[in-house]
């Protein structure tokens, strides 16, 4: 059985109605079996995330690097976005009614932490570039102070869309704040009017574009000035080896926001089948999740000064655990 999914920009009772449609077809289609790989993906990264956030912060040697400090601040922001996306997708399985202003609120902290993910990773890259670039003026150009300040302003910056888009919804959905059976991002987008989602996806895809190219660029020129170095004779040295996994790393969190940027294109127009509902859950299920699974054990493995804080950590906690018990 085939469901087409009717959205509408006006209307309480039509958008009700697509609601109940989407919930329906949620359930008959078991997509609530895409808990499992949810809970899957976010119980592995929540095990080492709040570890390894806390070596870096409560050490000196760590807390004093700004490639550490930007770490850490992307394991926070992971944190809050897998908490906030368990409890939506977790309300979405079992069928449970959600408050308006509790859904918006999921979704806009969804937004700005993942727009706070991707914008901190793409400063690690210049960070890494700036490094190499001009290594005796480093400290002077980016110390710890100054990145506690950048990174308090990529928060600043990750929060204006989906601030903006939490006032749009107030002024679109007006006095229709009943609870929702199912909480998606693609239902709220579309109650918008068309040129405010003309402005939204335009919004992602200047943002992902900007990131990429700077991306990009700072890798070019690391290989410019490094290949005269002999670090890239190797097949397998230690430098191939870290931007293949650093590269393999920034696909995985841009892809899922090319992936939305399709979403928001599907929503032009007026009839939206299942595919857009499926591609939805995807992306919040898997997609988003598996660079934030991989991140903490790629850094701990390609880091030495991560690994031995952690082993310490560990070591010093057995040891007292040890001598308790003698």
């Not at 939204?200 to 700077?214: G, K, Q, R, W």
Request: aromatic content about 10%.
């Amino acid at each position: 059985m085939k469901f087409t999914i009717v959205f509408c920009s006006v209307g309480t009772t039509v958008r009700t109605i697509c609601v109940f449609i989407i919930k329906s077809f949620y359930h008959h289609r078991h997509m609530d079996l895409f808990l499992i790989p949810t809970v899957l993906l976010t119980s592995v990264t929540l095990l080492v995330n709040p570890v390894l956030s806390l070596c870096i912060l409560c050490f000196p040697t760590l807390r004093q690097e700004t490639r550490y400090l930007l770490l850490a601040n992307m394991l926070f922001a992971d944190m809050f976005f897998l908490a906030i996306n368990l409890a939506m997708v977790s309300c979405n399985s079992v069928g449970l009614h959600m408050p308006h202003s509790l859904c918006e609120f999921m979704m806009v902290s969804m937004v700005m932490t993942y727009s706070t993910s991707v914008l901190t990773i793409t400063l690690m890259v210049v960070d890494t570039y700036v490094a190499v670039r001009w290594p005796l003026r480093y400290k002077e150009i980016l110390p710890p102070s100054r990145a506690r300040k950048i990174i308090m302003s990529l928060w600043v910056m990750a929060a204006l869309c989906p601030v903006s888009l939490l006032v749009m919804f107030e002024v679109v959905m007006g006095s229709d704040k009943q609870s929702r059976p199912v909480c998606l991002m693609l239902i709220a987008l579309h109650s918008l009017e068309h040129k405010m989602k003309v402005g939204v996806h335009l919004y992602f895809i200047i943002a992902i574009s900007l990131c990429t190219v700077l991306i990009v660029y700072c890798y070019i020129h690391l290989y410019i000035i490094t290949k005269t170095s002999g670090i890239w004779r190797s097949r397998y040295s230690r430098a191939r080896m870290t931007l293949l996994a650093h590269t393999l790393l920034l696909m995985m969190y841009f892809v899922p926001a090319l992936v939305f940027a399709v979403e928001l294109a599907l929503l032009k127009e007026e009839n939206v089948d299942v595919v857009g509902v499926w591609i939805n859950l995807v992306n919040m299920c898997v997609l988003m999740l598996l660079p934030r699974c991989c991140t903490p054990y790629l850094y701990i493995l390609r880091y030495h000064e991560i690994y031995e804080t952690v082993q310490q950590v560990f070591w010093k906690k057995r040891h007292q655990s040890q001598r308790s018990a003698a």
